[in-house]
């Protein structure tokens, strides 16, 4: 058996610069990626078996079909290996802008590819990422990078590996289509070479969605030491990185509502 970790995403700064035709919006995004994360265990079986299991696993029960399981599939008919068993341990909440499904197929990706030879460059799987969605690329590729496109052009830059980070989540989910709907339409300029001094375009219609999205922001700048908090993706998870991992542990203790999801983890 393999196991794989399915590591959250978080948006550093995610700037929507226009619609595009073909439905989707033209992005441009810093990827990071942190240590805590999902986890992934597969292994070759006679017949395929997929079960979910972890803290959130009950939001994710029943669905069947899910992108681990498209994953698979494609990888299957893409570079064959039979059949596998898979247990997806679901320790982030769904629908909460961190990557949730689209890190448990690059997961899937990276950990099939691992069991069978394929190298994890090789173009075909990007191609099979793609297809998955458009996170998935980064999600696959796992390390902090500028996305552009629907951010599926992906440039590697350097990170800030070991920056201590806080996630919050308010545990309420927000429809990804429903944020993009609501943003206005206006460009409000590319993403600065400094990583710390960006955006995300998508806060506004978000928090008009679920206006505790502001308070948990609100918590999180609030807090001695912080660097930079912003929410991640189309939310609703907010993030704030912090100087020293004692500031984010105090911080951690000081947002202790017990109606509130977080995690203290660090940048991979």
């Known amino acids: 058996m393999l196991t794989e ?8 700064a995610l700037h929507v610069r226009a619609r595009r035709p073909d439905g989707y919006h033209e992005l441009e995004t810093l990827f ?24 959130f696993a009950d939001k994710l029960t029943g669905e069947g079909d899910n992108l681990v399981t498209r994953a698979a599939t494609r990888f299957a008919e893409v570079f064959g290996g039979g059949a596998h068993a898979i247990e ?25 590819a691992k069991l069978h030879g394929v190298a994890l460059d090789d173009p075909r799987l990007f191609a099979i990422a793609d297809a998955l969605g458009s996170d998935v690329p980064a999600c696959l590729l796992g390390r902090t990078a500028l996305g552009k496109g629907r951010g599926e052009q992906l440039q590697p830059v350097p990170g800030m590996p070991g920056t201590p980070v806080l996630l919050v989540n308010p545990r309420v989910a927000v429809s990804t289509a429903e944020v993009f709907r609501r943003w206005d339409g206006v460009d409000r300029g590319p993403l600065s070479p400094d990583p710390l001094a960006g955006r995300n375009d998508l806060e506004a219609p978000a928090r008009a969605i679920a206006p505790v999205i502001s308070e948990v922001l609100g918590a999180l700048a609030g807090q001695p030491g912080v660097m930079l908090t912003h929410m991640s993706g189309s939310g609703a998870t907010c993030f704030a990185l912090f100087e020293s991992e004692e500031a984010c542990a105090k911080a951690a203790s000081s947002i202790a509502r017990p109606d509130w999801w977080r995690v203290e983890t660090r940048l991979a």
């Not at 970790?5 to 550093?12: D, G, M, S, T, V």
């Not at 990071?32 to 803290?55: K, Q, S, W, Y």
């Not at 909460?96 to 890190?103: A, F, L, P, V, W």
């Open 32 to 55: 990071a990626f942190v240590e805590f994360g999902d986890v992934l265990r597969i292994a070759p079986a006679e017949a395929p078996a997929f079960r979910i299991t972890g803290p």
């Open 88 to 112: 997806l341990e679901k320790h982030l909440p769904v629908a909460s802008g961190i990557g949730g499904g689209s890190t448990d197929a690059a997961a899937t990706l990276r950990a099939l």
């Open 5 to 12: 970790i399915a590591r959250a995403k978080l948006n550093l």
